[in-house]
T-cell receptor, first 114, second 113 residues
Framework: RKEVEQDPGPFNVPEGATVAFNCTYS??????FFWYRQDCRKEPKLLMS???SGNEDGRFTAQLNRASQYISLLIRDSKLSDSATYLC???????????????FGKGTKLSVKP | GAGVSQSPSNKVTEKGKDVELRCDPI?????LYWYRQSLGQGLEFLIY????????KSGLPSDRFSAERTGGSVSTLTIQRTQQEDSAVYLC???????????FGPGTRLLVL
């Protein structure tokens, strides 16, 4: 099983739609979780950290489910500018990521259409 | 303030040549990471620096890859005898002492012909 798995998409949604992405991970000792956004031919940029209690930032909500070992990202009222690839990443654990390096999924591509 | 910078932004080289990639982290950031992103692949960890030492080199794909960091700041990633499979975007990231939020540079696009 890969360390971090994401549905590659693409998710094609109309403006204003609500879209959700999941990301599963295999290392139960992972400690920190993140969602990054990557635009075409650009570097990844941190969108939000993911906490056990769940956290919200405007139209974006992130959740962590440790029992089932997945994190999720919900985007409400999608905008054209949300079109990008969304990468989940984890950090920590007893192998891979133990020194703070991030372990990334391959990303989910979102395309928001007018 | 200034973010992470990398140079060159693009590099085209011939198979067998050596290349050197540079990363300037955010001032004051003690942790520095190198990643590689190949077409259709996720970001792959290469090496981690804390200050000038590299406690984790586990991601370097072969002994042709090496990296150093001097003065706790600038880092260089060197690829010797480049191969076509080395073609990728090489990304550098830095973070403060808590190694939580990592800020990425714009990357160096390497093409080995």
């Amino acid at each position: 099983r890969k360390e971090v798995e994401q549905d590659p998409g693409p998710f094609n949604v109309p403006e204003g739609a609500t879209v959700a992405f999941n990301c599963t991970y295999s290392n139960s000792a992972s400690q920190s979780f993140f969602w990054y956004r990557q635009d075409c031919r650009k570097e990844p940029k941190l969108l939000m950290s993911v906490y056990s209690s769940g956290n919200e930032d405007g139209r974006f909500t992130a959740q962590l489910n440790r029992a089932s070992q997945y994190i999720s990202l919900l985007i409400r009222d999608s905008k054209l500018s949300d079109s990008a690839t969304y990468l989940c990443a984890l950090q920590g654990g007893n192998y891979g990521g133990s020194q703070g390096n991030l372990i990334f999924g391959k990303g989910t591509k979102l395309s928001v259409k007018p | 303030g200034a973010g992470v910078s990398q140079s060159p932004s693009n590099k085209v080289t011939e198979k067998g040549k050596d290349v050197e990639l540079r990363c300037d982290p955010i001032s004051g950031h003690t942790a520095l990471y190198w990643y590689r992103q190949s077409l259709g692949q996720g970001l792959e960890f290469l090496i981690y620096f804390q200050g000038n030492s590299a406690p984790d080199k586990s991601g370097l794909p072969s002994d042709r890859f090496s990296a150093e960091r001097t003065g706790g700041s600038v880092s260089t990633l060197t690829i010797q005898r480049t191969q076509q499979e080395d073609s990728a975007v090489y990304l550098c990231a830095s973070s403060s002492w808590d190694r939580k939020t990592q800020y990425f540079g714009p990357g160096t696009r390497l093409l080995v012909l």
